[in-house]
């Protein structure tokens, strides 16, 4: 058991919850503790995927505690120093756009902020049908900050949704050990 704090950020991405929740599993049984954290809109939308309430349960479950899901809730891991990494996985194109512009008005975007504060790594996992369309731009600026690592992705469907990006989420445990050093696990860009 690996003795660090983790957080684990779900957004709205509902298609890739089950593997990502797998990978959470996995860094449960890696790491001493994985703190989780839902934006508003993971916290309380059920979807075709599933009811809100139903992954709240299995995310708490596998986590061993509460779920952050309030800005006030995920405001203290800056000053407090709470987590030595930060996953945000899936990431959406809306959390990424608001990462790219400094907005933190989510659960998910203002513990990226507060984690940020103290110079530590955060990992992202995208899943976005706009990848390769409005969040471009998002992407490249993110890649080219500081701290910033992600998943490995690629195109998911390139003849049917030829702009949609999707981080592969088997890779979050081995992308996160990664981040932990400091570096980007390699080759960033799958083949689909």
Not at 11 to 37: D, R, W
Request: glycine letters at 6%; charged letters at 15%.
């Amino acid at each position: 058991m690996i003795s660090k704090t983790v957080g684990f950020a779900l957004t709205g991405s509902f298609c890739t919850f089950e593997p990502v929740l797998a990978a959470m599993k996995a860094l449960s049984l890696q790491y001493e503790t994985v703190v989780p954290i839902l934006s508003f809109a993971a916290g309380s939308t059920d979807s075709r995927f599933g009811a809100a309430a139903d992954f709240r349960t299995r995310i708490e479950t596998i986590c061993g505690r509460p779920a952050l899901d309030s800005l006030s809730a995920v405001e203290p891991i800056g000053p407090k120093k709470r987590l030595d990494l930060l996953i945000v996985a899936p990431c959406t194109g809306n959390t990424l756009a608001k990462l790219a512009a400094g907005i933190a008005d989510t659960p998910v975007t203002l513990a990226c902020k507060a984690h940020l504060r103290n110079a530590r790594p955060i990992l992202l996992a995208v899943s976005t049908n706009d990848g390769l369309a409005a969040n471009a731009a998002s992407i490249g600026s993110l890649l080219a900050r500081r701290h910033l690592y992600f998943v490995p992705f690629g195109q998911d469907n390139a003849e049917q949704k030829p702009t949609s990006l999707v981080a592969d989420m088997s890779q979050i445990p081995e992308a996160a050990a990664a981040a932990l050093r400091g570096e980007q696990l390699q080759p960033i860009l799958l083949r689909q």
